[in-house]
């Protein structure tokens, strides 16, 4: 799996839009683009995945620039419950294995 | 509700033994993980299995043991060849036939041996 580079912290206010870059330079034309995020004490949760295209859901955005080596997660309206360290992980699509960086912590301060 | 649980959630230990983590899931997936995280890192696969009677080493696995005779359940033994325990054990499960699968993960346990 290709290794990614995320900033160890950022922080952004309450309410505005929180963008959390990727780099993944190495990666390979059938490996996707994940993110994950970790509250405190708690298990990972799913955020969004893509390959090429961007992509959003009712939790974020991503979008992969065109040539596939950076990302950014976009949470629109960040809340204090949004505090959480942010994993991006690139892997195999139907591979099993997810490969966890250190992630960016994440602060969002009212 | 279908989901992911870990029991339980906090563990101690004496060293020298050998301690099984329970973790459940009714979400009908084929595949199931265990994770060790350890503090300020991120996670690092311990075993996996992709099907009931099925599971392979991941990149930590000495010290560990798993069986998988239940589609919905995947026990890990922590045993007292493991040289630093104390941690936070995470499992997960996924639809291993979807072709890009996310994982879902229980709460955890924390197993701190003294």
């Known amino acids: 799996d290709a290794k990614t580079t995320q900033p160890p912290s950022m922080d952004c206010a309450e309410g505005r839009a929180a963008n959390l870059p990727c780099n993944h330079s190495?990666?390979?034309?059938?490996?996707?683009v994940y993110w994950y995020r970790q509250i405190h004490s708690q298990g990972p949760q799913y955020i969004i995945h893509g390959l090429k295209n961007n992509e959003t859901n009712e939790m974020a955005s991503l979008i992969i620039t065109e040539d596939r080596k950076s990302s950014t997660l976009i949470l629109p309206h960040a809340t204090l419950r949004d505090t959480a360290v942010y994993y991006c992980?690139?892997?195999?699509?139907?591979?099993?294995?997810?490969?966890f960086g250190q992630g960016t912590r994440l602060t969002i301060n009212p | 509700d279908g989901g992911i649980t870990q029991s339980p959630k906090y563990l101690f230990r004496k060293e020298g033994q050998n301690v099984t983590l329970s973790c459940e899931q009714n979400?009908?997936?084929?595949?199931m993980y265990w994770y060790r995280q350890d503090p300020g890192q991120g996670l690092r696969l311990i075993y996996y299995s992709q099907i009931v009677n099925d599971f392979q080493k991941g990149d930590i696995a000495e010290g560990y043991s798993v069986s998988r005779e239940k589609k919905e359940s995947f026990p890990l033994t922590v045993t007292s060849a493991q040289k630093n325990p104390t941690a936070f054990y995470l499992c997960?499960?996924?639809?291993?036939?979807?072709?890009?699968?996310?994982?879902?993960f229980g709460p955890g346990t924390r197993l701190t041996v003294l």
């Open positions: 190495t990666i390979s034309g059938n490996e996707y």
């Open positions: 979400l009908n997936h084929d595949a």
């Open positions: 992980i690139v892997r195999v699509g139907g591979a099993q294995k997810l490969v």
């Open positions: 997960a499960s996924s639809n291993r036939l979807a072709g890009t699968v996310e994982q879902f």
